[in-house]
């Protein structure tokens, strides 16, 4: 199932790693999860966790590295030709077509074992593989998705890894999705093309508001239980930062509600109440959107 040595480079997968942990404090439900740390710098390397951390927030590291995979995989698979889903690099090697197949069969069958529920599958689920690596693009990316979203309700489910079982499926789903990402990237890589992670944010420019309109959004907003990101005004501006630790970061406006980080793909919307007070926010990343209520 491993590429050869070239094609394991995962897109500089340590290098992915490093910047997704480095940048990211905690929290979102799977891949509905927002990689909040990606809002932070490295900063967060070397910081041991906080004393009493919830389970909740442990859980999050699962679910944060869940999110920013599967969500790179789909981006991945929906960006190549479909014209290229029968290529592979040597004829040992599987080809695009049959590595989606096979996501979403092992997606199924180790989410399953995470949350006790049972894919209700059909008679397309028991045909040979090599069947199933010659459907339609359109037919495998969309139930590649579909398998991530029932490992979705799976890991919602879980507010917590209870037994070394859970620990090592858990495991398991995580590293195949990290390990055919490095492998999708190094078939991309050899067709000319860019993997999803190692493209540039889209541009994005920032407008002038006045202070007044920026000090209604100061204030605490708990994104998961125990986990919650501070807003603060300095010197004209608004910065975010995570209780998980790590120097705030600025954010940049780009409507009076709509804000961004520089340097990473990441956003933040402040949502109104029916009074219109700050209630909330909305942090936007991989294609994710995850609410934060204001608690202070």
Known sequence: MRAASLLCRPD???????????????????????????????ALAGQSAPTGES?????????RFADIYGSRLVAAFDSIPASQYTYRPT??????GYIAQ????????????????????????????????????DTLVSRLRASLRFCDAALEQMAKVDSPMRASVLLGFETDLAEHYSQISGYMRLLGMVPPSALPPRE?????????????????????????????LRDGALFISSNMGGAPTQLWPESASDFFAKGVDAQVTFVRDASGAVSGLVLHQNGRDQPAKRRR
């Open 102 to 137: 096979h996501l979403e069969n092992a997606n199924y069958g180790l989410c399953e074992r995470l949350a006790g529920a049972k894919h209700p599958g059909t008679s397309k689920d028991s045909l040979p593989d090599t069947v199933k690596a010659k459907w339609p693009k």
């Open 55 to 63: 389970s909740r927030a442990i859980m999050f590291q699962f679910l």
């Open 12 to 42: 500089r997968l340590a290098a992915d790693l490093t910047k997704s942990v480095l940048q990211m404090p905690p929290l979102k439900v799977c891949r509905r999860l927002i990689a909040l740390a990606v809002l932070l710098p490295s």
């Open 204 to 232: 994005r420019k920032a407008i002038e508001v006045p202070v007044s309109a920026l000090s209604p959004y100061v204030g605490v907003y708990e994104i998961a239980w125990g986990l919650d990101l501070d807003v603060t």
């Open 91 to 96: 004829p040992p090697q599987q080809t695009i």
